[in-house]
Structure formats: C-alpha cells, structure tokens
C-alpha cells in the first residue's frame, strides 16, 4: 500500500514538474518579445512584462517538489554519498521530519491570512495596466506548500520503506517507476 501512494504521489509531482517546464519556455519566449517591442519598435506593456514575473513565480513555487522528488535540492554533502542506504533513508527521513515539514507548516500557517488579504480585496498590480491577478499570484505560495507536504510525504514513506528493508532501495542509476497519469 504505501509503495501505491509513494509512486500516485512521485506521478503528479513528475507530471507538474514536466508541465512547468515548459512555463520556462514560454517565460523565453515572452522575454524576447519583450525585448524585441521595446528596444525594436520602442513600446511596450507592463502587463506583458508583469508575465515574466508570474511565469518565474509559478516555475520555481510549482518546480519545488520536482526539485525535492529528483533529489536536486542543496545538499551539504560531506558523508551522505559515502553513506550506507540505510544512513542514507535515516538521513533523509530526519531531514524530512525535523526541517522540511515544520518549515512547510509554519509557510502555509504564515502566509494563509497573507494569501487570504489578497483573495478578500482581489489585489492587482500597483501598475497601470498591470495584470489583475495578483491574489492568484500569491496562491502560488499556498500551492508549493501543498505539494511539498505531498512529495515530503511521498519521501518520509519511501525513507521509511528502506529503513524496514534495506534491500529495496534504488540505487541512482536505477530508473524511478511511476504511474502514469
């Protein structure tokens, strides 16, 4: 059952993960019109521009648990790679315990009423024509919350997994399966 859960959770976080980028793309692809309408026709749209910085928000908010799922994240690295799998699991599993679940708890209790004062006044940009959906902009803080408790969850059981036995840890050069969505 948990081996269920671990790969259901690892295929959504690698299905947002793919979706996103391709949001880097289109964060490409919008700058060089940006670039191109001011510097070549001499106008411009702080809407546009306002583009960019929602595009890079939700790539890295949405992006994280694909960081954490990949294991892509900083690591001070001094004995881990040396480590057993089993020091490797308990490791991890503290890491995951103590640092990022309190963490990601105290961001989703922090920035609720944060979130909540946006959605309530439905904030925009302070910038004329600016884009109108800056409470949607600020959700994305809520949303990386949700999906790193997820993927936190989907590691503190595959940690826990290998603790109890040791011989069903993948190696790096292992393949990760999933189900696909």
């Known amino acids: 059952m948990p081996g269920r859960l671990i ?22 692809l919008v700058t060089c019109y940006v670039v191109l309408t001011r510097y070549v026709f001499d106008t411009g749209s702080i809407a546009v521009q306002e583009i960019i910085m929602y595009l890079n928000t939700l790539i890295f908010t949405v992006g994280a648990a694909y960081t ?10 001094i004995f881990f790679s040396k480590a057993r799998p089993r020091t490797q699991a ?3 599993l503290a890491g995951t315990l103590l640092l990022l679940f309190p963490v990601v708890i105290f961001i ?6 944060y ?3 946006s959605w309530a ?3 925009q940009s302070g ?3 600016g884009l109108r959906w800056v409470y949607l902009l600020k959700t994305l803080i809520l949303l990386m919350g949700g999906l790193l408790l997820l993927q936190g969850l989907s590691e503190a059981l595959r940690q826990i997994m290998t603790l109890l036995n040791p011989q069903s840890a993948k190696t790096p050069s292992q393949p990760e399966e999933g189900v696909q969505l």
């Not at 954490?68 to 690295?77: I, P, S, Y």
């Open 7 to 28: 790969s259901i959770l690892d295929s959504i976080t690698e299905w947002l993960g793919r979706l996103t980028a391709w949001f880097a793309v289109l964060m490409v």
């Open 127 to 129: 910038d004329p024509g």
């Open 108 to 113: 989703l209790i922090y920035c609720w009423d």
């Open 90 to 92: 308990l490791i991890n």
């Open 121 to 123: 006044i439905r904030e």
């Open 68 to 77: 954490l799922k990949h294991d892509a994240h900083v690591r001070v690295d």
């Open 115 to 117: 979130v909540s004062a």
